[in-house]
């Protein structure tokens, strides 16, 4: 995920503001992910859950960054799709659409573990936070596409 990002950063980043700011999100983010996963460099010894500290700012960074997205970067990325063309708004709409159900995904696992999760619960986080990385990805791809629809465009306009 780390090195898709560099690339999406390296990319796009510069471009706008908002992608800059929401890039920098998506980057805490997966390193925060990292971090709750115990993946290299927070890799430990012993497995143990993570503080819920931890894991509520991981949610907390996990909404506001799709709320960037849903609400500042999508729309903005619609809004130019309109003016390049039916086919790219009709590209960018259906990315769109895979995108948003990636969302609740999200928020389910927000419901779950945002707040003080029970100790029953707790027994799932391994394999719902796996399963969230895996659905996370995807989002970075479909996300990258879409800006790829509107930036191939002005390269070749």
């Given at each position: 995920?780390?090195?898709?990002?560099?690339?999406?950063?390296k990319e796009w980043g510069g471009?706008?503001?908002?992608?800059?700011?929401w890039l920098a999100a998506r980057q805490k983010l997966v390193i925060l992910y990292c971090e709750l996963a115990g993946l290299p460099p927070y890799h430990q010894e012993k497995r143990s859950l993570p503080k819920q500290e931890l894991i509520t700012d991981f949610c907390q960074q996990l909404l506001d960054y799709a709320s960037t997205g849903h609400f500042e970067v999508y729309e903005q990325i619609i809004e130019q799709s309109k003016l390049d063309g039916k086919e790219n708004l009709k590209i960018a709409q259906e990315l769109y659409s895979r995108i948003t159900t990636t969302t609740d995904t999200a928020l389910n696992f927000n419901d779950t573990y945002a707040e003080n999760a029970s100790d029953q619960t707790l027994l799932s986080f391994d394999q719902d936070l796996s399963e969230l990385?895996?659905?996370m990805e995807s989002r970075f791809e479909r996300e990258d596409q879409l800006l790829e629809v509107v930036h191939l465009h002005h390269t070749l306009a």
């Open positions: 995920m780390l090195t898709k990002l560099n690339q999406a950063k471009t706008l503001t908002v992608l800059d700011n990385g895996q659905v």
